[in-house]
């Protein structure tokens, strides 16, 4: 008789998490997620279909909740807006840096996260339109999608937030 196990698909994730932001995304395989919830690998492609399901499975429920949190920001204030939406996109990137910055995964996904960068960044640049509506800039478009677009790549080289927006303020 099969054993039931609650939840085994979040077990799955933890896992698979803790082994890629541990060990690096070589050295984890659906084999050593299956051996760390004690289940078959046979069960684990029930859930997931390969390795970087997997972890774009874990990696965007992530990125939701970052994206409910910047859209719950109710503050009007541009800079306390900003600084609430770089807070939530710094905790995101701060828990994935080693595996962004892994060579093995960054090989895999090389050709998915240029493509994803650019939904990424537009998506960014819609949750923070607000913060720059009232701007004197003639392509409120183009300038939400730079302040994105920096923002990302300030806050993925762990650049303050305080040292981000001193720029960022002359645009908006």
Known sequence: MPKIIDNLREQIQIEAMHQ???????KTTIRSVANGCNIAVGTLYNYFKSKDELIVSFML?????????ITAIQDSDPEAFLR???????KFIR???????????????????????????????????????????DDIEF????????IIRWTMANIPFDKQYSIIKKLV
Not at 143 to 150: D, F, K, R, W
């Open 20 to 26: 890629i932001l541990n060990n690096g995304y070589a």
């Open 61 to 69: 429920e992530d990125w939701e909740q970052c994206v409910s949190v």
């Open 84 to 90: 609430q939406a770089h807070s939530a996109l710094d």
């Open 95 to 137: 828990k994935y840096e080693r595996l962004f910055s892994d060579e093995d995964a960054q090989r895999v996904f090389s050709d998915v996260i240029s493509k994803r960068q650019v939904q990424f960044k537009a998506r960014i640049a819609q949750l923070i339109a607000r913060a720059v509506e009232n701007s004197d800039y």
């Open 143 to 150: 300038l939400t999608l730079h302040i994105a677009e920096s």
